[in-house]
């Protein structure tokens, strides 16, 4: 695999000023970004805006790939398509731009297979763990989501914001915070709403999109997930599991599953929630929340060789459903004491 991670003088710098970064993309001839597998609305958000946007600006060497598509839920953004999965042979670029990827190997390995050494590497992401592996870095953990970063980038590089720009910006902070619920959101988060619904995005409509079109077989799996749940008995801790043989038989893609958590996250008394999703070769990806400022679960995560958010992580787990439930529970536990 190619590896264009971070071997520079600025290893470890994690606050590129914004016109160092607009200034190496005004240089670029051709552009590359993408973000995390498993894309969800901040990723797909954020590619999206800042691609559109350069673009608009009069770059004509614009690329966009994501490892695993974009989900059918937020193609709506991508009206032009302008978002595919990586080409098969490597291929070169000056610039290429990470977004709300908290780690080098979270692209995905077919994208890194893909780029040939040599690139500039932005790293633009939101997540603390990010260990600053771009060659230009900006990381802000105080931000709610990579497209409030990427919102201050934009105006400050005076890149336009269309209105389209404006609807992948609206829809990646939009989930990225619960719908503004999240603690991280802040008054300068609801400030950038009313500037994107200003410069043309139609958050109703929007809003709509993502939250009232999901589709039949993802309340099948609501279902299974709710008859799966489980709580300690203190009721401070809610978790599900969902087998890969539940999974199938509703006809789930592996997107479905986004969001299912706070099902049980939502629920008086539960303080950490957590999902565990059966994958195959015996591993298990662990989703989790906190309601408590007390009870960071990226830490918990991070024991996992996880990591995330303190309110939202997740780590991958080798070996059975029950094996990781057991563990879990246990890191859990601990931390509530
Ligand atoms: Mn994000």
Redesign the pocket.
């Known amino acids: 695999m190619s590896d264009i991670a971070n071997q520079t003088a600025n290893a470890g710098r994690l606050r590129a000023d914004f016109s160092e970064i607009a200034s190496v993309l005004r240089d670029a001839e051709s552009i590359l970004a993408y973000s995390h597998v498993r894309p969800?609305g901040?990723?797909i958000g954020s590619v999206l805006a800042l691609g559109m946007a350069l673009k608009e600006s009069g770059k004509t060497n614009v690329t966009l790939w994501s490892e695993d598509g974009v989900p059918e839920s937020l193609a709506f953004l991508d009206a032009d398509g302008m978002i595919s999965k990586p080409d098969t042979k490597p291929r070169t670029f000056d610039t290429v731009v990470a977004l709300?990827t908290a780690a080098y190997k979270r692209a995905g390995d077919t994208v890194l297979a893909a780029i040939t050494p040599g690139a500039t590497l932005i790293n633009i992401d939101?997540h603390a763990s990010n260990d600053g592996y771009g060659q230009l870095n900006h990381i802000d953990p105080s931000s709610p989501?990579?497209g409030q970063i990427l919102f201050e980038f934009l105006a400050t590089a005076k890149l336009p914001i269309t209105p389209s720009v404006a609807a992948a910006l609206y829809a990646a902070i939009a989930t990225?915070t619960g719908f503004f619920q999240y603690p991280g959101t802040t008054d300068r988060t609801h400030e950038i709403i009313a500037e994107l619904i200003r410069k043309g995005a139609d958050a109703p409509a929007i809003a709509a999109r993502l939250n009232d079109n999901s589709p039949r077989r993802r309340f099948d799996l609501m279902r299974v997930f709710l008859d799966r749940a489980k709580f300690d008995p203190s009721g401070r801790i809610a978790w599900s599991v969902l087998p890969i043989a539940d999974a199938k038989s509703v006809g789930a893609k592996p997107e479905d599953t986004e969001g299912l958590i706070d099902l049980i996250r939502g629920v008086e008394g539960v303080v950490v929630a957590v999902f565990f999703e059966e994958m195959p070769e015996e591993k298990v990806r662990i989703s989790t929340r906190s309601k408590s400022r007390s009870v960071d679960v990226s830490a918990i995560c991070a024991k996992l060789g996880g990591g995330g958010h303190p309110a939202a992580a997740g780590a991958r787990f080798a070996g059975t459903l029950a094996e990781a439930e057991s563990r879990v529970l246990k890191l859990v536990n601990d931390a509530l004491d």
Do not use: G, I, R
């Open positions: 969800d901040d990723a709300d939101h989501a990579t990225d």
